[in-house]
């Protein structure tokens, strides 16, 4: 049973058809998904959920689909780790990394939205799925779409990693390479979805998909007891997660599944890319463009769509914006893989080095709960690390040049005695 | 002054169709207020009542957004052009 009610424009509040819409005609605000919250109360238990498989689809009823999803029945429920290793090395108590760098199938949080986003296109009748991407959302409708038999074509910039353009070409999806920003991209795409009759996830079908990323919010809470985190730290490209982060809590207070909400919502970019950490500085309401330059190009949106609710976002909730340079970023990628065993991408670098940026400035107390949200694969973007790590040691298959190679390490405690 | 407007296409309907205009005024709220008097109704599209620009709508003054310049009160000068916008193209995180 579903409990969409429809679509309403988040500026004007007119209401419309659960239909491929994103833009209001009135006063071209953004529409957004609407649902029947008191029902949900009556029917959604913790209970209910907790008896549920472990995937995103335990919080069906907050999720905007007529019937059951017909594609990524698997997606979601990532672990919630309690990072000790890296809370002491940044001295705070209570850190955890929700991790979807290791989301099915494609290894990002945006399977989330486009599990989402193709059941509800498939729901509305379409036959192609395309998308705009920077990287992750191109794997991922490549791949989903593979999954339930759909033809896609996915838009990129040329200048993305080769990991995320073979991830895509590898599910027989058409890849479009445009010469130009994914700014300029997204720009084309627009057109494109005016003009042919297709499923774009992230711009006709987008009130739809973006609803996805709110389990990723829901699961954290339920990972964490059905409490609140005091911090949450989120990646921001073109803003719409952390958006729904936000949303989702404040759903999951209002239908009465968690209490006390007291989170704080911080947003990390790259310094090469920082529209919406540089309006929250500034406190402006007005989001600048920039032209992106950073080697975090899953965050590459100098144009960011949802930067305007985002930068409200962190102010509403108490929280901040801060931006990290691309060395910052690789240390950090370094700092998490060697403290907790985690490769992300460098998304999450960019995360990781925001939150160690917002401790030492004292904005995050020590003493408090903290998340830090991992939402890709550092597998994907290994380019961005040659020539940043160790070389490894080459030596002969003999024993004595590895004898050497001990000796030559100080290691020779480690010897059998 | 005639400044030359482009017009979107889900505002096409309220000027018979044309996607350019001309408008008289010399700075973009008088312009805003003079296509409001030959085209009725495409004021409150791009405005709020009290007469600010919506949030989800551009106007730019040949490549520039308004925003960052005067907004409304940003002065024209012969051969500006104007193109009204909406912000909304899609997005991706």
Redesign the interface.
Known sequence: MSFMKGLKCR?CGKEYPKEAL?????????LEVNYEYEKIKEVLTRQTIEKRPPNMWRYKELLPLESDPSVGAQVGFTPLIRAHNLGNALGVRELYIKNDAVNYPTLSFKDRVVSVAISRARELGFKIIAC???GN?ANSVAANSAACGMESYVFIPHDLEQTKIMGTLIYGATVVSIKGT?DEV??L??EI??KYGWA?V??NI?PYYAEGSKTFGYEMIEQLGWRFPRHVVV???????ITKIWKSFNELQKIGLAKNLDSRIYGAQAAGCAPIVNAVKEGSE?I??VRPNTIAK??A?GN???G?YSAKVMRDSGGWGECVTDDEIISAMKLLAETEGIFAETAGGVTLGVTKKLIEQGRIPKDESIVVSI?GNGLKTQEALYGKLNQVTVINARLAEFDDLVRANGKEYALKS | MAIKVRIPTPLRKLTNGSDEVFAEGRNIGEIINDLEKSFPGLKERICEGDGKLRRFVNIYLNDEDIRFKKNLETELKENDELSIIPAIAGGSI
């Open positions: 500026e994103h833009v209001c005609e009135l006063c071209f605000g953004p705009a991407s920077t959302l994914y997204n720009r795409c627009s979805a005016g774009f992230n711009i987008r990646p921001m490209a073109g803003g719409s997660l007005l600048r463009p899953s965050l949106i960011p769509a949802d305007y939402t």
